[in-house]
């Protein structure tokens, strides 16, 4: 299957610049498109963003799949679902 990856924000950079199209096995879960990222992404993702040992994101991060956010890495993935990686930055006036 099919699917394209972005990241928003500082992952954006480090996700390859722009959406990416990434093969995937038919039965592939979020915890699969997670390990092709460690394979493909995982020394340009600064650790403070990327857990090498764990194969997942750290921090304020959300996962979404066709604009739905998504908690759960069993999720899965169907050809020519759209996923966004999404560092969540709080802050402002007060």
Known sequence: MKITLAGTGPLRQYLGGGPEVVRLPDDSVLTDLFQ???????????????????????????????GRPV????????????????????????
Do not use: Q
């Open 36 to 66: 092709w990222i460690e394979e493909h992404h995982a020394s340009e993702l600064p650790d403070y963003l990327w857990d090498s040992r764990r194969h997942k994101f750290r921090g304020p991060m959300v996962i979404a799949i066709g």
């Open 71 to 94: 908690l759960d890495t069993n999720t899965a993935l169907t050809d020519g679902d759209e996923v966004t990686v999404m560092y969540v930055v709080a802050g402002g006036c007060p």
